[in-house]
């Protein structure tokens, strides 16, 4: 203990108090070097981007379909990381209860489409509307709550939110579920298909991807960034804080419901466990978080690198793949506490793998 | 004509505890308000309650007349009412101007966009000789820079009312010239500023009232001079057997010497949470 | 009215086993801030442990404790010293993520260990009931709720009378202070992690006592250890206690009055509401006025 004390060059943070989050929201640590640099790394990453779209609008002639499931898998857990990323990531404020707005969507679009004979597009406008609404009516409350008694707060939210769609079995099945009429007669709207929906989540995908490169660099992004660093200054430079947060709520629900609304589609048949699984809600996290959070890049790298493991672990080690995934997740956290974007953006800076710095960076 | 900043009987308890009591103060355009008085005396709790962190129990806010009591912060803000915190707060996250350019972007009416707030964030830099730190991070700059960074941030919301929560702490005698300094020059452009400062020799330079607390309090309101020889003050900063210490030794200089040292307060570092 | 009673009854043991769950749950986070995700995880732990003690030794599950405790205290500890130290510093959904990470670690060990079927402790006295003027109690009932206050003492008087008890206490108000008075922060850390599995290690034999258990369930006192621990106020052992009490009643009347499965959103009702009307707990002291001059 005291070897690590003594060490020259790092000196033992000064204000080290036990709770450092329950007064101010919680921050990032600084991030070096803010602007300079960024414009050679954003153009790679948006190079990637474009690199990723074009492959992703030849998937349907190059790949089997079951890859092409996949595919929509990752391209959903990719959009729903970045919702994540505006509450979450730029904000700050911690969200876990996010699922909720998937599975509102998702019983939205099954309630519309089976009980009241809508169309698929009606339907999706309603749910994202939805989303954004309930993301207001939960946020009033909720956000005045800081650190873990927001995650806290949202997590209960959502669980009790399922509780409800469980128990009005006339309106949403219950627990027996409620299919989507898909085929037949009674289909509203004709299935899409694998490759519909694989471009319905690519679709969605660009969208949340331009949306938060928007936001990133608009005053809305810069009034997020401010209130997540500190929030009692922000207010004090004129930010309406309340507002500020609320509207990044709305944004993040809307996301997340038409993601949900798109995924509900493609099941046909929709159970609230699932919908409003709490897993839904710590991938959206763990994706952002690994891939780097409030980053615009980061979600994407995220959400597709893990998803894409997860698959491979599914596929390869059926018995062992949550059990896996849970060790990865632990290791991921400890070794790459500010997401792989920025460890990869240090490693070209410094010219070496800065994994000791990762891991002195939190550590007691 | 209406002052810049009225405050009448502005009052928080915390429990039990009367935080601020009572305190009725006026600041014209182009004044400075000096406000002084031990750890824990309320000051920057004072603050707190007139730029809306806290709302008030009891009293008035008032800025050019407007009643702005119990308001939010960016309301107060809107008002063009800026501050800095005692503990800086800078937006760790973003560079130098822009942490300047949040201030210009939303406190200004109306706001302006990014880019036209990079500007105002770079005029103010300019302005306080910051422009050579502009592209850096917060944490990497000097203390003296830190504490013109605040300065900095709250001069971008273009306020006529300025609060500077000991906006000298920490600096070394020739560091504190400059920042006195800008100070005199935005009262000449007619900001009413108000300074809750433990440098006594910032207070005696730019003040041209000085407001005392004790414990919440109005101990004594008066012009700087008057008030920093007067022996409660000393008492109630010094404590007791320090005044009377000096009192005998002031008798036997036999003059009227300067009565609270010049140097920083007796505070130790860091005066976070006190009461409540 | 029987029916009334007999919930009233039933709440009030359900509670206090539940507030054994709980208290280690609400030490951590009164004193490192961190909300341990793996806490449901680590009380099945216990009672699987306990379980396997009674089908091969047949230990009965109250005396098993005398090797569940030590052995869980020493798994929470190399847990702290060797993970979640490394994260404490971290924002807070770092340590959510690392310590959900470790509930799927736990939760999927088990499954891969037990199977997901449910299991439950059976003793000799495991039927028998005492009849009380209409309401019927399981002596095993009793008996966990009896150990479960006797625990909950122990664990007051340890935090109160004890010099690492009084560390733990030191090191949650400040931790810079309890270094610069010569406290190793890694070892009281993990001695408070230790004692919080240790203990729920000790509710999780309980549960097996006198309910069934499969890993699925250990999210489900997680969550209700986080009510209980916003109910009482952070690491408040006395307030865990009364959260304990009030969640079991509310949920076993709950039950009497609402169909379904709704009866388990009252807990989230009651968890949104307290966060948002009083944060700091019904016991504990109010958080945000201490920003008087920050």
């Known amino acids: 203990m005291a070897a690590t004390s003594a060490r020259p060059g790092m000196p033992e943070s000064e204000s080290e108090s036990a709770h450092p989050e329950l007064g101010a929201p919680t921050t990032g640590p600084p991030k070096a070097a803010p602007a300079g640099r960024t414009t050679a790394s954003q153009l790679a990453g948006w190079a990637l981007v474009l690199g990723l779209l074009v492959i992703c609008l030849l998937a349907p002639k190059l790949f089997i379909p079951s890859f092409l499931r996949t595919l929509s898998a990752v391209f959903m857990f990719a959009t729903l990381a970045q919702a994540w990323n505006i509450i979450g990531g730029f904000t700050g404020y911690p969200s876990f209860g996010n699922v909720v707005f998937f599975g509102l969507g998702g019983y939205t679009i099954a309630v519309l489409m089976a009980r009241s004979h809508w169309s698929f597009w009606p339907a999706l406008v309603v749910a994202v509307v939805l989303g954004a609404a309930y993301a207001m009516l939960i946020g009033i409350p909720t956000l005045r709550l800081k650190g873990h008694y927001f995650a806290i707060a949202t997590l209960g939210v959502a669980e009790g939110t399922r509780e409800i769609v469980l128990n009005v079995p006339k309106v949403t099945g219950g627990g027996a579920g409620i299919t989507v009429p898909a085929v037949g007669p009674s289909a509203t709207t004709s299935y899409p298909g694998n490759t519909g929906f694989l471009y319905y989540f690519l679709a969605l995908l660009v969208v949340a991807m331009l949306a938060v490169y928007a936001i990133a660099r608009s005053r809305f992004g810069f009034a997020l960034r401010a209130i997540n660093q500190d929030e009692d200054a922000a207010a004090a430079a004129g930010i309406n804080t309340t507002r500020m947060k609320i509207a990044a709520f709305m944004v993040s629900g809307a996301i997340t419901a038409a993601a949900g609304s798109i995924y509900a589609f493609q099941q046909v048949s929709i159970y609230p466990d699932r919908l409003f699984s709490v897993d839904i809600t710590v991938l959206m996290v763990i994706m952002a978080v690994i891939g780097g959070s409030g980053t615009v890049i980061g979600p994407l790298v995220g959400g597709v690198g893990l998803q ?57 | ?158 306020p006529r009312v300025l609060f500077l929560d000991e906006a000298m702490a920490g600096l070394r005698p020739a560091e504190m010239e400059p920042q006195l300094e800008l100070i005199r020059e935005l009262r000449r452009e007619g900001l009413a500023i108000v300074v809750v400062e433990h440098v006594m020799r910032a207070i005696r330079s730019v003040c041209d009232t000085v407001l005392v607390m004790q414990e919440g309090r109005e101990l004594l309101t008066g012009p700087p001079d008057e008030v920093l020889a007067d022996e409660r003050v000393i008492t109630a900063y010094l404590g007791q057997r320090y005044a009377e210490r000096q009192r005998a030794e002031r008798a036997e200089a036999g003059g009227s010497g300067p009565a609270v040292a010049d140097q920083v307060g007796p505070r130790p570092e860091g005066e976070t949470r006190a009461p409540g | ?277 009083r944060p700091s707990g019904l016991l504990g002291k109010p958080y945000y006025e201490a920003r008087a001059e920050a």
């Open chain 1, 308 to 364: 894409f493991l997860s698959e491979y672990l599914r596929q390869n080690f059926t018995d062992y793949h949550t059990f896996i995934f849970g060790a990865i997740i632990i290791v991921a956290v400890v070794l790459l506490p500010e997401g792989a974007v920025r460890f990869a953006s240090e490693t070209v800076r410094q010219r070496r793998l800065p994994i000791m710095d990762n891991l002195r960076r939190y550590r007691l």
């Open chain 2, 1 to 158: 004509m209406t002052a810049a900043l009225e405050t009448r009987d502005l009052s928080v308890r915390f429990g039990g505890l009367k935080a601020v009591d009572g305190i009725s103060v006026t600041v014209e355009d182009g004044r400075v308000l000096g406000v002084i008085g031990p750890n824990g005396a309320g000051k920057s709790t004072f603050i707190n309650l007139i730029t809306g962190q806290i709302r008030p129990t009891r009293g008035k806010v008032l800025v050019a007349g407007r009643d702005l009591t119990g308001a939010k912060p960016w309301k107060i803000a809107a008002a063009r009412v800026a501050r800095t915190f005692q503990i800086n707060k800078p937006f760790r996250g973003l560079s130098v101007r822009d942490n300047v350019a949040i201030g210009a972007m939303f406190g200004a009416p109306g706001g302006g966009s990014v880019a036209k707030a990079r500007g105002v964030a770079d005029e103010v830099l300019e302005r306080l000789g910051l422009s050579g730190v502009a592209e850096l991070g917060p944490t990497e700059l000097s203390v003296a820079h830190a504490q013109r960074l605040e300065v900095a941030k709250a001069l971008a919301l273009r």
């Open chain 3, 1 to 277: 009215m029987t029916p009334f009673l007999q919930a009233t009854v039933y709440g009030l043991l359900q509670g206090g086993l539940l507030a054994l769950v709980a208290v280690g749950f609400s030490l951590v986070w009164g004193v490192m801030n961190v909300v341990n995700l793996a806490h449901g995880a680590l009380a099945i732990t216990g009672a699987y442990f306990s379980w396997q003690l009674h089908e091969s030794l047949g230990l009965d599950p109250v005396l098993s404790l005398v090797v569940v405790l030590p052995v869980m205290f020493m798994v929470g500890y190399v847990i702290q010293r060797g993970l979640i130290n490394l994260v404490v510093n971290a924002p807070i959904w770092m340590t959510l993520l690392l310590t959900f990470g470790l509930e799927a670690l736990i939760v999927n060990g088990l499954l891969l260990a037990f199977t997901g079927d449910f299991r439950s402790t059976r003793t000799g006295y495991s039927t028998n009931t005492l009849a009380l003027g209409g309401v019927r109690i399981p002596y095993a009932r009793l008996i966990a709720f009896g150990l479960s206050l006797l625990l909950t003492v122990a664990l007051v008087l340890f935090i109160r009378n004890t010099k690492m008890g009084l560390a733990i206490r030191a090191t949650g108000m400040d931790r810079t202070a309890a270094r610069l008075m010569g406290m190793n922060v890694r070892h009281v850390y993990a001695v408070t992690f230790g004692t919080a599995t240790a203990l729920a290690a000790a509710a999780g034999s309980m549960i097996g006592l006198v309910g069934t258990f499969t890993p699925v369930v250990a999210g489900g006192y997680t969550l209700q250890s986080f009510v209980i621990a916003v109910l009482g106020g952070l690491g408040n052992m006395w307030g865990a206690l009364a959260g304990g009490l009030v969640l079991g009643l509310a949920t076993a009347w709950g039950a009497l009055y609402l169909s379904g499965t709704l009866v388990n959103a009252i807990a989230f009702g009651i968890l949104v509401l307290v966060l948002i009307v």
